[in-house]
Every structure is written in structure tokens, then in C-alpha cells.
């Protein structure tokens, strides 16, 4: 294999529809199953492009993909980044820090500059809960949430299922899907996009999901989205075939919501002695940055047979080479749902 190939099945995908039918990608919360899946499934052929040696493909070229982080990052700038010049597209960074948002300029300005330059597609980071959604309104190219505030961050949910369903094909389990598997989240749930865009990707894929934190971290109604809360960790991870760790996101919070990171790792802390209360094998994410020795101790995230934290940056790289590729189909007058469903 030398170039990616538009692959994969099309019987999943709707009779007659001609193209992924969203522009953007502002959250899992508007995607419907068969879309999560097809994305899923575009990604594959990244997996396998991105483990050669030469991985360089013209497939975006001439295209302009501009990455607008206002907040910080490394793995999602870097692997946006990445993934589009591996596609062949002309990438440009914009970090809000060094930009004339620090002038007083507004969002909407912003936003009305960036598709003024003609960007082919607009990748957003932003604080604000919202804010993607806002600039997408304003712009005429696809636009990529990067993680808003505590709303949605799209991609690593879809990155996560990747990584999680490529663990379980290791182990033998060719399920399309994650019916049966309970899912137990603990962390800063309150100030967390990545739970949020969790609890929605992996329920459409099937899996039960438990929600624990502390009172405080833990927000009002997350069982209206279908999550089961706890606030006894140990409780939480009875049985779990899977655990995510979140890191407190201190930047978000304007007060004290646990007494002392020592006082939390004492109750939510993943030790090795914890994760022996959820299933035998049971597998350990973690969307980074972690702080090893709060919410996770070394020895159970540097678990080789168990832990999956670099195997998810491995595929956020695909995930968004695939994002990437279908959002602009229309751009590049390719649209199609894979294999004979090609206009
Ligand atoms: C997360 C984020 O920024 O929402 N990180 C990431 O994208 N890998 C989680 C976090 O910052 O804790």
C-alpha cells in the first residue's frame, strides 16, 4: 500500500445518499451511528497509510487547511497538522496567543478574516463552549471542532472508539461496535468535553458508560444523556471492561473543587490496586495530558498489555486524515459513501 484509497463498505450506508451529508464536524451529539461508523471505517486505511515508512499522499493538494487554536495544545494542534500534510494540503497554524485576538479583534471578525483567505477547511480550538459552532455560521468552508470550552471535542471520541476498537480486535473480538462493554469515566467530568463527546460516541456505539467524580465535578443531569453517575470510585469500576481517566482541569475552574490533588488521588486516583476491581483485562485509556500520580499512577498507565494512551495518539492522526478527507469531498468534487456509491 502506497496511497490511501477511498475504501470500505457501502452497504451501511444509506440507499441513494450521494455524500457525508454534514460540512462540519461540531460535535458527535449530530452525528447519527452509521456516520460514526463510516468515519471508523475511513480511518483504517490511515492506520495502515501512517505505519509506512513514506507517508505522503497528494490526495489534499492544493487545498488550504487552517488549524485557529485559541486555547493550548500539543496532541490535537500537532496531529492536525500532521494529518494534513500527510494528505498533500498546505497547513497554516494560527495560535490565538500571538494573533490580533489579543487586539480586541471579536471572534466573528476573526472568523470572517480566516474565510477571507479562502481556507479550504478551519480547524477551531476555542474556551468558549460554542464558539466553533458560532464561527462555523460565519465561514463557507467545513469547519473541525478541536474542543470548545466543555461542549464537545469530536475527534478524540472518534480517536478513542478507534483505539478501543483496535485493542479489542487484538483480543480476538471482531465486533463492529461496543454492545455489552461498560465504559467507566472518572475525572473532572464537569469542565470535560472529552466526556461529553465520549458518553454520546461510545452509547451510539453500544457500550453502557458510568460517569464518576466528585460531587462538585460532577455535573447536574448526566443521566438524561443516558450515563449512569457515581461518586465511589471503586463502585464505578466493579465490572468495567473499560477505564478513561481524566486530568482536573484546573484552567477551567474558578474556585476550589477538591481540597488538594493528594485528597483527590486518595479517592480517584487509578492505582494499580483500584483497576484490580474492574474486569481482569480491562483496558485503560487516556485522552493526555495525563499528571501521573493524581488521577494515574505510572504504574497502571505505562501498563503494556492494558493501558492504550499512546495507541490513542496514534489514531487521532488517522481519525483526523479521515475527517479531513471526507469533510472536503465537496471541495475536491469527490463525494461518495465508499465503495459503489460513487457519483
Ligand atoms: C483534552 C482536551 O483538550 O480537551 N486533551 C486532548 O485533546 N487530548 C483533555 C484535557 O485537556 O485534559
Known sequence: MTS??????????????????HRDLIGISSLERHEILYLLAEAEQ???FNRQAAKHSEQLAGLTIINAFFENSTRTLLSFEIAGKRLGADVVNMYAAQSSVKKGETLIDTAVTLNAMRADAIVIRHG????????????????????D?????????????????HKL????????????????????????RVARSN????????????????????PVGVERMGAQPF??????????????????????????????????????????ERLALAR???????????????????????????????????????IRMACLDVLTRKARGVVGWGEGEWV
Open 4 to 21: 490511501p484509497q477511498n475504501a470500505s463498505a457501502g452497504s451501511r450506508f444509506p440507499k441513494g445518499a450521494r455524500a457525508f451529508p
Open 46 to 48: 490511515y492506520v495502515a
Open 128 to 147: 468558549s463552549s460554542g464558539a466553533v459552532g458560532l464561527i462555523a455560521n460565519h465561514v463557507d468552508c467545513p469547519v473541525l471542532n478541536a474542543g
Open 149 to 165: 470550552g466543555q461542549h464537545e471535542h469530536p475527534t478524540q471520541a472518534l480517536l478513542d472508539a478507534l483505539a478501543l476498537r
Open 169 to 192: 480486535r487484538e483480543r480476538g473480538n471482531e465486533a463492529e461496535d461496543f454492545t455489552g462493554l461498560t465504559v467507566t469515566i472518572c475525572g473532572d467530568i464537569l469542565h470535560s
Open 199 to 218: 458518553v454520546l460516541c461510545l452509547q451510539a456505539l453500544g457500550a453502557s458508560v458510568r460517569l464518576c467524580a466528585p460531587p462538585a465535578l460532577m
Open 231 to 272: 461518586h465511589d470510585f471503586e463502585a464505578a469500576l466493579e465490572g468495567a471492561d473499560v477505564v478513561m481517566m481524566l486530568r482536573l482541569q484546573n484552567e477551567r475552574m474558578d474556585g476550589q473543587y477538591i481540597p488538594s490533588p493528594r485528597e483527590y488521588r486518595h479517592l480517584y486516583g487509578l492505582t494499580p
Open 280 to 318: 481482569e483485562d480491562a483496558i485503560v485509556m487516556h485522552p493526555g495530558p495525563m499528571n501521573r500520580g493524581v488521577e494515574i499512577d505510572s504504574a497502571v498507565a505505562d501498563m503494556a498489555t492494558r493501558a492504550i494512551i499512546t495507541s490513542q495518539v496514534e489514531m487521532g492522526v488517522a
